[in-house]
């Protein structure tokens, strides 16, 4: 983990609010792996005071840059949105725990919704070049929030999409095309991130079908490094009744947890 200073080299808008920025950052893109994410700053003021934490969806070590995705729906992502190439700031990172690789033999399904899809990109991309076959599945409301084609389909030897109102792919549930997938002969582990109501029905879709379940858990923060407990989730199996044994703190912890762990509720 390093603070390092880091310069905006392009910031692109993808889809409807969703931007592509890209920093160099030489050295948290010689350390960064899939599922870590990084926390940035995007104003030297007090307004936003706290910085943004964001999935890293790409990184190359000997070019030293690495890919954040983003939706501009708050203060902080906003005044992100409005930095120009060339502006420098702080980002601390690699931060959290990512993936772990799926068993021998077995082929990945990724499950993205939202915000969720940029960590499903990145480990897309490296299980790939391991050999490992790849489904991508994506859900989103409409058309206009899904990504383009030439951000999704170095992730996944298959690509399949979901709208809620049906305007692009599936109409319906991103979970209709996991029930089709894991129906399918052969091992498969199950990565998922996005909303949380999403990531419920994907872990108990899951266990229904008994397929091992990942899930990328995204939670508010305030420090990243995990001394202000304020991204805690419950988890389930404890080996006793002390808080410290009952939550975890996504951001050290996680944000990669065994969907089987958490206490989801009802």
């Known amino acids: 983990m390093i603070d390092e200073r880091v310069q905006l080299m392009a910031n692109d808008a993808v889809a409807d609010d969703f931007y592509l920025a890209r920093w160099q950052a030489p050295h948290i893109a010689a350390q960064v792996e899939p599922g870590q994410f990084v926390n940035i700053e995007v104003a030297a003021g007090v307004a936003p005071l706290l910085r943004i ?17 983003y939706e501009d729906m708050g203060p902080k992502s906003q005044a992100l949105s409005r930095l120009v190439p060339g ?6 990172g690699p931060l959290g725990r990512g993936f772990p690789p799926p068993a021998q033999g077995a082929g990945a399904i990724l499950v993205g919704g939202g915000i969720g899809v940029p960590p499903m990109l990145y480990w897309g991309a490296v299980l790939r070049r391991c050999g490992v076959r790849v489904v991508l599945l994506v859900g989103a409301r409409h058309r206009g929030k899904h990504l383009p084609d030439p951000l999704l389909a170095p992730a996944a030897d298959t690509v399949r999409r979901a709208t809620d109102d049906g305007s692009l792919g599936h109409a319906g549930l991103v979970t209709d095309l996991l029930r089709d997938e894991l129906a399918e002969a052969g091992p498969h582990q199950v990565y ?3 909303p949380h109501g999403m990531m419920q029905a994907v872990a108990a879709l899951c266990r229904e079908m008994e397929a091992p379940c990942q899930v990328s858990l995204e ?13 805690a989730v419950e988890l389930v199996g404890a080996e006793d009744d002390s808080d410290y044994s009952r939550y975890a703190r996504i951001c050290v912890d996680g944000p990669v947890f065994d969907a089987r762990r958490v206490k989801w509720g009802h």
């Open 53 to 69: 934490p964001l999935s890293v969806c790409a990184a190359d070590p000997q070019a030293g840059y690495i890919d954040v995705l």
């Open 87 to 92: 502006v420098q700031t702080q980002c601390l």
């Open 192 to 194: 998922c991130c996005g």
């Open 219 to 231: 939670e508010y923060m305030a420090c990243g490094i995990g001394i202000c407990v304020g991204c």
